[in-house]
């Protein structure tokens, strides 16, 4: 059954700072890239920031791992008048594309008019999601996994996508062809940080951090804030660009994923998964389409094997075929026709975690934005429904589908 | 790849903290017993020990000592000391334990070569001591 919110909102605003190389933000501030991503998607939206009304966060708030955004700090810092939406979605990055249906929860609801979703990163040296989760005090959860050395969050996808090449016989040539292709889409980019094309002989040669998983299979790490501003339909007819309509939007998950890699207590298949099947066949329920209406796939790649596994949830190929799917090409964007090659759906046109910047996910609403709108820079000819993911990570991890006004 | 021999962590440089569910897994480490939570109702295991049993919502437990015997379900292989950085090979695996259906326990594995670890080698417990006297089951090749 259609969702019942499905095309009343749309993201009519996207804003980002510079994307920076680790902990080069400095002496910025958090908040000062914070109100500057704001600000930039309110111009690009056509809106004062004084009529935000509404925050909907992903990540428990959280601003980077360590640092926390508050409501009442931005509202008196930007001089907004008043707030009647202040929400987020819990644990981590999984919640990205959903805090923009958190977002049409609070606009259907009328309790806002005009929410801001945003994120801002700053790895100062003690600040390395990196180094986070192995320098906290073990907690008597997180005392049934610490111990183990399993301590980052390479660690934890490495064991996930070990069982996923034991059961189906995947190769680490698919995780390389997951960087390759998703980079050959940076070298256009201004703000990107990686933009050198990758060969197959430099993947190969990229150090074993977690075997099987090399430097190059780990994403970014990367400062900057990203922004965008979700309103009403209505609303969006009087902003300065075409909206991009909110079509679906879920999060969540199942029992058998859960806590995921916080704890690795999932049964087969869902361990060498990305837990995102729940709400893929969520969105697809919401929204009557599948993964082949899809023009282009913002797919969230913290580590390549977990863009395999989602392509997989999300119905791209089958269960255990991603190995095969992502040799044969299918994630690449050919710009000469501006569609996929070899009937695939074009992978993170913007170059994703992997290449152009960790914003945890936020780049990838950014995108989908953009292609829909029509002016990306590796615009996906005559997009009409690009597809975002958040996570893999325990839940909730979420997804949004975005439809061209 | 060659990694030589696996190695567990040093036991000097690992806490763990405990809670009223946790704790009794831990005190039975202490005297070298492996266990896992079990429903005292309907026999269901679980681990992490949670407050109640997710099958029935029963509070009662049973804590059987398991055989210490498991099986690796999936594994890393790492090459720098977490705390440090210093070069050290070690082998995070996740065990299938025997004796408590759908359980597993996260630990290093030794007694073997790095690269000869595998999915579906068979592992018996081996404790080592860690901070705060507590003991932490980790594994060596069975
Ligand atoms: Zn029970």
């Not at chain 1, 955004?69 to 008196?76: K, P, R, V, Y």
């Not at chain 2, 408590?100 to 594995?109: E, F, H, Q, S």
Request: hydrophobic residues 35%; proline residues 6%; glycine residues 10%.
């Amino acid at each position: 059954m259609a969702w019942v919110n499905q095309d009343k909102c749309a993201i009519v605003g996207v804003g980002s700072t510079d994307y920076y190389v680790r902990g080069k933000s400095w002496p910025r501030t958090i908040n000062d890239m914070a109100v500057e991503a704001i600000m930039n998607a309110c111009a690009d939206a056509g809106i004062s920031h004084k009529q935000i009304d509404g925050f909907s966060y992903y990540s428990t708030a959280g601003a980077g791992y360590l640092d926390k955004f508050d409501t009442a700090s931005l509202m008196e810092t930007l001089g907004m008048p008043h707030i009647s939406w202040s929400a987020t979605l819990t644990s981590g990055g999984g919640g990205c594309p959903g805090a923009i249906g958190l977002a049409t929860a609070g606009l259907m609801n009328e309790d806002c008019t005009y929410s801001v979703t945003l994120m801002a990163l700053q790895q100062l040296p003690q600040h390395r999601l990196g180094v986070v989760f192995g320098s906290a005090a073990p907690n008597p959860e997180n005392s049934f996994l610490q111990p183990s050395g399993l301590v980052g969050p390479g660690h934890l996808m490495s064991v996930l996508a070990r069982r996923h090449m034991h059961l189906y016989g995947t190769t680490q040539d698919a995780f390389g062809e997951v960087v390759m292709a998703t980079r050959a889409n940076t070298h256009n980019r201004p703000k990107a940080v990686r933009k050198e094309p990758l060969t197959k002989e430099q993947y190969d040669a990229s150090v074993m951090l977690a075997d099987p998983l090399r430097r190059l299979d780990f994403c970014l790490e990367t400062d900057g804030a990203v922004a965008v501003i979700t309103t009403t339909m209505d609303r969006a007819k009087d902003c300065r660009h075409k909206p991009a309509v909110v079509h679906a939007a879920a999060h969540g998950g199942q029992r058998e994923w859960g806590r995921a890699f916080a704890w690795m207590g999932m049964p087969d298949p869902h361990f060498a998964s990305s837990g995102h099947k729940f709400t893929a066949d969520r969105v697809w329920a919401q929204s009557g389409l599948s993964a082949k209406d899809m023009d282009v796939a913002l797919i969230y790649d913290h580590f390549s094997p977990m863009v395999l596994m989602q392509l997989e949830d999300y119905g791209f190929c089958e269960k255990g075929e991603g190995n095969d799917y992502v040799l044969s090409g299918k994630l690449r964007y050919d710009p000469v026709t501006g569609k996929g090659v070899n009937g695939g759906t074009p992978v993170n046109t913007h170059g994703g975690n992997l290449n152009e910047a960790y914003i945890i996910g936020m780049t990838h609403i950014v995108e989908g934005v953009e292609q829909v709108r029509g002016t990306a820079i590796n615009q996906v000819k005559d997009a009409e429904f690009a597809l975002v993911s958040g996570g893999p990570a325990s839940l909730p991890v979420s997804s949004l589908i975005l439809r061209k006004d | 790849m060659t990694y030589g021999p696996a190695r567990a962590l040093p036991g000097d440089q690992i806490r763990i903290t405990t809670n009223p569910d946790t704790e009794p897994f831990w005190q039975a480490a202490k005297e070298h017993k492996l266990t896992a939570c079990e429903c005292g109702e309907c026999g269901h295991f679980r681990m992490p020990p949670t407050a109640v049993c997710p099958e029935c919502g029963s509070r009662a437990k049973n804590w059987p000592a398991l055989p210490g015997t498991g099986t690796v379900f999936s594994y890393a292989i790492c090459n720098k000391n977490p705390k440090n950085g210093e070069d050290y090979v070690y082998v995070p695996v996740v065990v299938d334990l025997d004796g408590a259906p759908g359980t597993r326990l996260n630990a290093n594995v030794s007694g073997c070569d790095a690269e000869d670890v595998h999915i579906g080698m068979k592992v018996i417990v081996d404790w080592t001591p860690i901070q705060d006297d507590w003991v932490l089951p980790n594994f060596k090749k069975a």
